[in-house]
């Protein structure tokens, strides 16, 4: 693997480590920082989840706008070395609200993953982009594993010690890509930098205006929405039809994480040689189909644990259409388009919680007309099928064309 690509991919994985860091400490993060009862703490924790994600919302199109305008390594580097000085922040914060700003910068430096995605689309050739994304994604599973992982081990030495720990990391990274990393986006291909297409909302409009992006945007916001039922509900769910504990939802997580890395680093470049990016999605979107079914209806706790790497082989969506997407869009709008993307991806993590966890409330509460804990992957089927509907419509219109 070249440096570079390197350099990339371990910098979507702190993206995703910072995501799921903090998670295992919290309570008593929390606790340590205000007192209370833990029914507090645990709207307190909504509060930094919730932020972590608007801010990665809301900036996701600017930086991406300002690679787009300035270069990709700029951008970075600047994250990284900010990042650094959040995690040194939350290791220190005595206060709640430093550890909302905490939270707020944090969410901010993670929405680089944009960026990240426009820099390998700019050193990758036509046929190899979605592959490459692929190793993005990879990297952001392994991060999704090592996060909480990393939260919980770390956090034996106390709830600061985490955030120590990935101010390191970050640094070292930063220092790894300063001396590696060169600049991917040429001085022809860059663009003027303009407000009005540097928020989501512009930022959507503008990319969803060429030809054939809109309805893929659709078809990529519903399939987050659903993929997101995981870390939505997995724990409730297996709680309320299993019993596990603890300790097995974090085995069935990382065996998940596991497998989809694996998935979208290695197993996609075959997926894609034999079936094309269009029909990898297809594949993908159907196979889901199978899996949350599968999911909702199965009774038994052994077949459940064996099921759950197997969903994951289902993770050849993101990257295959990213580089659909990536292809229809011209080179300096690279940084516009995996902004948005990484834009949606966060509107996903704060919709897709509400609506799975409201449904799961519905079907298991006291007196529930019907008692299905599954329900919410039911939720995630249909929206699959809505996506393939889209997609498939969204493949005829580009023959068509």
Do not use: C
């Amino acid at each position: 693997m070249r440096l570079p690509i390197l350099f990339i991919v371990i910098t979507v994985m702190l993206d995703a480590i910072g995501i799921g860091l903090i998670m295992p400490v919290m309570p008593a993060l929390i606790l340590e920082v205000q007192g209370g009862s833990l029914a507090s703490a645990a709207l307190w924790g909504g509060v930094l989840s919730t932020v972590f994600a608007v801010m990665q919302f809301l900036f996701s199109p600017l930086l991406g706008n300002l690679s787009d305008r300035y270069g990709r390594r700029p951008v970075l580097l600047l994250s990284l070395v900010v990042m650094v000085l959040d995690y040194i922040l939350m290791a220190v914060a005595s206060t709640m609200w430093l550890l909302v700003i905490g939270r707020i910068i944090g969410g901010i430096t993670a929405a680089t993953h944009g960026t990240a995605s426009a820099y390998m689309a700019d050193i990758s050739k036509p046929g190899e982009k979605a592959a490459n994304f692929g190793l993005i994604g990879a990297g952001f599973g392994v991060g999704f594993v090592l996060g909480p992982l990393a939260g919980g081990l770390l956090g034996e030495y106390g709830t600061r010690a985490p955030f120590y720990a990935a101010a390191v990391l970050a640094a070292l990274n930063a220092v790894f890509g300063w001396l590696i990393l060169r600049e991917s986006l040429a001085e022809a291909n860059r663009r003027p930098f303009r407000w009005s297409r540097a928020n989501p909302l512009g930022a959507f409009v503008s990319v969803s205006r060429l030809p054939g992006i809109g309805r893929l945007l659709v078809v990529y916001f519903l399939y987050s929405v659903a993929f997101y039922v995981y870390p939505a509900v997995w724990s409730f769910f297996t709680q309320a039809r299993f019993g596990w504990t603890p300790q097995t939802i974090g085995i069935s997580l990382a065996l998940f994480g596991i497998t989809m890395a694996i998935v979208q680093g290695w197993l996609i470049r075959h997926v894609l040689r034999w079936l094309g990016e269009w029909r990898t999605v297809i594949y993908g979107l159907v196979f889901d189909m199978f899996a949350f079914g599968l999911i909702a209806a199965v009774t038994h706790s052994t077949f459940a644990l064996i099921l759950t790497p197997i969903a994951a082989l289902g993770a050849v969506i993101t990257p295959a259409l990213q580089g659909i997407m990536s292809q229809a869009v011209p080179d300096d709008a690279q940084g516009e388009l995996q902004g948005v993307l990484t834009s949606v991806a966060a509107l996903s993590m704060i919709v897709s919680p509400l609506m799975m966890t409201s449904v799961f409330a519905a079907f298991t509460r006291e007196g529930a007309a019907v008692h299905f804990a599954g329900a919410p992957f039911l939720v995630s089927l249909v929206l699959m099928v809505l996506a393939l509907v889209i997609f498939l419509r969204s493949r005829e219109a580009s023959e068509a064309s």
